[in-house]
């Protein structure tokens, strides 16, 4: 079993940056990667960016290629979601997810522990 608590959401205007960090506890190994995912009011959930255990190999999608960093902190023991030059289309519940390692890494369908997701809100 895996449990997963996302912190760090808030409100930032256009421009700003935000750190969204996942704690997790439990048992999560190399065969695994690790998730961010985001959902708008209306829209899709969105795979933003993974982070696969065994390698630090990360994805992102491309929408935020350029502006979100997806990184795993050993000291803190937190898979971290970097995210700079907010955009007002960036506003979304953003959750942690756990799953096995596969293609595509933003299939929703391959994770199966989840956060209660942490808010972030783009003002322009």
Same mark, same amino acid.
Request: hydrophobic content about 35%; proline content about 3%; glycine content about 12%.
């Given at each position: =079993?895996? =449990?997963? =608590?996302?912190? @760090? %959401?808030?409100?930032? &205007?256009? %421009? %700003?940056? !935000? ?10 190994? @190399?065969?695994?990667?690790?998730? /961010? +995912?985001? =959902?708008? &009011? ?9 982070? /696969? ?5 990360? +994805? ?6 350029? $502006? +979100?960093?997806?990184?795993? *902190?050993?000291? $803190?023991?937190? !898979? ?7 955009? &007002?289309? *960036? ?10 390692? @596969?293609? &595509? /890494?933003?299939?929703?369908? $391959?994770?199966?522990? /989840? ?10």
């Amino acid at each position: =079993q895996v =449990q997963l =608590q996302e912190s @760090g %959401g808030g409100s930032v &205007p256009a %421009g %700003g940056s !935000l750190r969204l960090s996942c704690g997790a506890s439990g048992f999560i190994s @190399g065969s695994h990667l690790m998730a /961010w +995912f985001r =959902q708008a &009011p209306g829209k899709e959930s969105e795979g933003v960016a993974a982070y /696969w255990i065994a390698n630090g190999r990360t +994805f992102s999608a491309d929408s935020v290629r350029d $502006r +979100f960093t997806i990184a795993r *902190d050993s000291a $803190r023991n937190t !898979l971290d979601l970097h995210m700079l030059r907010l955009k &007002p289309e *960036d506003t979304a519940m953003y959750y942690c997810a756990v799953g096995w390692y @596969g293609m &595509p /890494w933003n299939d929703a369908k $391959r994770y199966n522990y /989840w956060g209660q997701g942490t808010q972030v809100t783009v003002s322009s």
